[in-house]
């Protein structure tokens, strides 16, 4: 009896937070135009890592955005990585079709290839040594209409983003997926190294989802605060997130836009 009640109760819950995420399909915003960007990574104010993006319209109707970083300095003495990231969307629905993301570190190298349908995604991790043998792991997740990094920014940058709304989505950026919750805290200006914008704030917290669809806290990530640019762009301008080694920072350091789309 009391097995049945616990999955009688689980899955209520589990049906709870699902009838709670966001069925609004994409917002009229205009669409991000292709640009280039250079981000910096770090923590309280000590740069450790660099960043940049390429985001383009391809020709057969698909969002790209290819991303390259890594760590610098006396960073990259202690901590070693190299990542090259790439990810397409439908340019219609903006919802996900396949990433990509290789991880180089000084002794080993992780590559991470996911493709998406309407109903779930598939991902294969390939872990293995420099020059020497490698393992590959594959998981499935079932869920309808998920989204990964790049294509949840296109999602929610394309809706109207008014004061105090909020937005839910299921993401699933590497082997796990999350619930995320975005609420739009207000406007303010904000000066990054790329330069000074009015901006909207948001609040972001993510929930692990379990095999069970039961909601989790993520171990490792608290919170995190977003500045996007308040205009035609709206432009990923800084983030602040709450993780279990303190306060990290992504910030705009560069950003031109393509002349001619390439």
Known sequence: MAIVLFAFCSGSLAANWQSTVSKEPPGDFPGLRPLHATYRFGWSGLTAATGEVHFTKTFDDKFQ?????????????????????????????????????????????????????????????????????AETKT??????????????????????????????????????????????????????????Y??????????RIGKHFELEPHRKFRRATIWVSDDADRILLRIEAQVFVGTVFAELQSMHFDSAGS
């Open 65 to 133: 955005l290819v991303g390259t970083g890594r760590t610098i300095g006396f960073v990259r003495a202690l901590w070693k990585l190299d990542v090259n990231y790439r990810a397409v969307a439908n340019a219609e629905t903006l919802r996900p079709i396949e990433t990509e993301q290789t991880e180089n570190y000084r002794s080993k190298k992780v590559a991470t290839h996911i493709t998406f349908t309407n109903n779930g995604v598939t991902c294969a991790r390939t872990t293995g040594g420099q020059g020497g043998s």
């Open 139 to 196: 998981r499935q997740f079932s869920f309808p209409n998920l989204f990964e990094l790049h294509s949840a920014l296109l999602y929610l940058r394309s809706q109207p983003l008014g004061d105090r709304s909020v937005y839910r989505v299921v993401v699933y950026p590497a082997t796990n997926a999350y619930l995320a919750t975005i609420t739009v805290v207000g406007r303010e200006k904000i000066s990054v190294r790329g330069g000074s």
């Open 198 to 207: 009015n901006a909207l704030k948001v609040d972001l917290h993510l929930n």
